[in-house]
């Protein structure tokens, strides 16, 4: 750091310029300043705003997760000045008429996106999704209402802790006698719901384990709906919202920054939440407030406007699938074409095409693995802490290039070490 001397005359130097300056040439600046500290230290150090940046990392990260580099370019050129507004969109009131045609944009593209009927609202909320495990019951169960729950990884395992606190629910599945690595069928054979039950939960893709459904089940109640967290494959490919009562997100996995939950609710479900139900977690709150009830995580929400846009761009979502396939085959051939040298333990026809999981046969080598790999800019590769291994990440956001980095490398890898 530098010496408060240093620091005084930085201040004293700054306050000479802006004083002896036009009040209105400093005002009315089109760029932020550039700001440079020198220590007092035989070596100085410079803070500055500079437009040259680091060379991009390949990033595996399951989240918060990498972003469009387009996105991010656009962000960053409307940060300072948002289309001549005089102000970011972190400094507007989110009641003014220039936030609210950004969350109406976002919200109207996302509907687009998903083909959403209009008998269902989308909210815009805070709070991650695990928020949602206690919203969830709070809203569309009363205290010894029955609701079922299909557990196939850790996350869906984590949304049934909760709902116990607030209705009376109950695994009919779990994967973890398998070490959640397949999805179970839905003919009644593996599992058998409760004919009662208000809700059948799902977690559409586990992130951890890299298990995802690629169809889905119909609750055994007439009048019951079922309900899906889809945190980790939102938006990655067409689905049929009609089939659900709710789904709900993170966004911080293919659509935006972390700080932005998005759920999708049918609007009949909506006005039933209990007496004991905090405000911030009554649907009928923020859909009457159309997300306004509080202020909203306002940044992220023009974020995940910006990438509704750009895969509207790129043809919606059945293009973004195939796209998603690709990269997806491209890895999991590596890894079985590898004659064990790699080994994923997810049952193919249940194989996540976003979070790919994976080992090594000789598993001292793992270490050197996430090490080598890092020295070529590929990043987060390290598997969860739960689970140890690799994981590879590959949001709508991982270019085809960034695969095809990852399969070179991991080729290369093998032939050095197997």
Not at 7 to 25: A, C, G, M, V, Y
Not at 105 to 130: C, H, M, N
Not at 137 to 159: E, I, M, Q, R
Not at 406 to 414: N, S, T
Request: aromatic share 8%.
């Amino acid at each position: 750091m530098a010496s408060s001397s240093s620091t005084n005359s930085l201040l004293i130097r700054n306050q000479t310029q802006i004083s002896s300056s036009k009040p209105q040439s400093f005002f009315h600046l089109t760029k932020p300043p550039t700001l440079t500290l020198t220590s007092t230290k035989t070596k100085p150090f410079s803070i500055k705003c500079s437009s040259e940046s680091n060379p991009r990392v390949t990033n595996f990260a399951a989240g918060p997760a990498a972003l469009p580099e387009n996105v991010l370019l656009k962000a960053q050129s409307d940060l300072y000045n948002w289309r001549g507004s005089g102000m970011s969109v972190m400094e507007m009131s989110h009641r003014g008429k220039e936030f609210l045609s950004i969350i109406q944009k976002a919200e109207s593209d996302l509907r687009q996106l998903l083909q959403i009927p209009s008998e269902y609202s989308v909210l815009f909320l805070q709070g991650g999704a695990t928020t949602q495990f206690a919203a969830l019951p709070l809203n569309l169960c009363k205290p010894d209402d029955h609701a079922d729950y299909v557990v196939t990884g850790s996350w869906g395992d984590k949304a049934f802790k909760e709902a116990q606190k607030y209705c009376n629910p109950k695994v009919v599945w779990s994967g973890k006698a398998e070490k959640y690595t397949k999805v179970p069928s839905f003919d009644g054979s593996e599992f058998e719901q409760n004919p009662h039950a208000r809700y059948l939960h799902i977690c559409a893709n586990e992130t951890i384990h890299g298990v995802e459904f690629k169809d889905y089940p119909v609750p055994k109640n007439p009048n019951g709906v079922l309900v899906a967290d889809m945190s980790s494959n939102f938006c990655s490919k067409p689905v049929d919202v009609s089939k659900f009562g709710v789904i709900y997100a993170g966004a911080q996995k293919n659509v935006g920054p972390s700080g932005v939950t998005i759920v999708i609710i049918r609007k009949d479900l909506i006005g039933n939440a209990r007496d004991i139900t905090p405000v911030m977690l009554d649907y009928k709150i923020h859909d009457e407030n159309s997300s306004l009830y509080n202020t909203p995580p306002c940044f992220g929400i023009y974020m995940c406007g910006l990438v509704f846009e750009d895969l509207l761009a790129q043809g919606g979502l059945k293009e973004v699938e195939k796209k998603n396939q690709r990269k997806a085959e491209l890895l999991y051939n590596a890894i079985d074409e590898s004659r064990g040298f790699f080994r994923c333990p997810v049952e193919k026809s249940v194989r996540s095409l976003m979070n790919v999981p994976f080992t090594l046969e000789k598993s001292e080598l793992e270490a050197e693995f996430i090490k080598e790999a890092a020295k070529e800019n590929m990043v987060q590769l390290k598997g969860h802490r739960s689970v140890g291994g690799m994981r590879a990440s590959i949001y709508n956001a991982m270019p085809l290039a960034g695969v095809e980095k990852l399969v070179a490398f991991m080729k290369e890898f093998q032939a050095r070490h197997a």
